[in-house]
């Protein structure tokens, strides 16, 4: 603003000592032309003042907007500044206020997204190590054998729980910063389902529940072995936590020319209309949740299937049950 207004006194000058050296010529040629010069030369010189002293304060209050804007007053309007030779740059400010805006919200949102996960981190470490340390002082003193068995395998329970949960955040949390490389394959659905059903086959089979394939012979697709076999055993894991016993869950699948779609339903009691946006969410668990889950298993499946070219959605069943659909699509070959 400084520099702008001595360019602006050094104009002036020149402008004038142009003028008087003008006036000077003239006044030795022909006097009464150096008269109507001098009143010209003046009346520019004055028109000129007039028109910087303006710009001077337009500027002035321009540059008191943009210090407002960067003390976080939202409340900041750049209307005035739309016509003339500022409207450009006041275009630009407000684009750049626009754009800090939405940048400041979004880090307001990831920090109370933050928060929150940490206090349910906190919480849901806070209840097995409470149920431990119970645990523990009942093992102090006289049991029998029986018993001391028994709390000992209440105990490996409690820590293979917090074990994956603090396996499957660490996973999350490094597919959110995208440090995870991942080796994509060509490999089987059957495969794939198979391997996921391993972990849960005996919590299954104890429950009667009827496990049935009907996946399209050859179907396969392209991803990374491992995390999709983690995404379906998370799926999985959750159709049969709210399947009752003698119930059933069925996967099938099946490969078209744009993506290979694996879709898993069960004969549950399905998910309340409500809830069923909010099932992916982290750490969200519905009203009749299990008390075994933590409410990370689908956020984590789903965001596997999206680091896999694909998508993970879920809706109820005609009669009964939720039916988990997902699809990864083809990767395509773009040319030039």
């Known amino acids: 603003m400084n520099k702008i207004c001595a360019d602006e006194k050094v104009l002036l000058i020149l402008e004038g000592c142009l003028g008087a050296a003008g006036i000077a010529v003239c006044a030795f040629i ?41 003390h976080n007053n939202e409340e900041i309007s750049l209307e005035e500044f ?23 919200n979004a880090l307001k949102s ?79 659905v059957s495969e794939i389902v198979n391997n996921a059903i391993i972990p849960l086959s005996i ?6 529940i009827t496990l049935s394939q009907e996946i399209s012979e050859g179907a396969g697709l392209f991803a990374d072995k491992m995390y999709m076999t983690e995404a379906l055993e998370n799926i999985l894991k959750n159709c049969m936590e709210h399947t009752p016993e003698g119930g059933a ?30 099932v992916f969410e982290r750490f969200y668990r519905g009203k009749g949740f299990s008390s075994k889950g933590y409410g990370i298993g689908l956020a984590f499946a789903k965001k596997i299937a999206a680091s896999q070219n694909g998508t993970l959605t879920v ?3 005609r009669t009964c049950g939720a039916v988990f659909e997902m699809r990864i699509y083809k990767q395509t070959e773009v040319r030039g």
């Not at 020319?257 to 399905?270: L, P, Q």
């Open 315 to 317: 809706k109820n069943g």
């Open 110 to 188: 990831e920090k109370l997204i933050l928060k929150e996960s940490l206090e349910d981190i906190s919480h849901q470490l806070r209840t097995p190590l409470t149920t431990i340390l119970v645990i523990l002082g009942t093992m102090r003193g006289e049991q029998s054998q029986k018993e001391r068995e028994e709390h000992i395998s209440n105990m490996f329970t409690l820590l293979s729980k917090m074990q994956w949960l603090l396996e499957t955040l660490l996973s999350i949390s490094r597919l959110d910063a995208g440090a995870v490389t991942f080796k994509k394959e060509r490999a089987t």
């Open 249 to 278: 869950i069925n996967i099938s699948a099946q490969e078209n020319n744009i993506y290979t779609e694996i879709v898993i339903s069960d004969t549950g009691a399905g998910i309340p209309e409500e809830e069923l946006s909010r």
């Open 30 to 70: 022909a006097p009464k032309s150096a008269v109507v010069i001098f009143i010209f030369a003046a009346a520019i010189i004055i028109a000129q003042t007039i028109v910087f002293s303006k710009r001077r304060k337009k500027l002035s209050r321009l540059c008191d907007k943009i210090d407002m804007i960067l």
């Open 203 to 208: 919590a299954i089979e104890l429950k009667d």
């Open 82 to 104: 739309k016509e003339g030779e500022l409207g450009i740059l006041s275009s630009e400010i407000h684009k750049m206020t626009i754009k800090l805006r939405e940048q400041n």
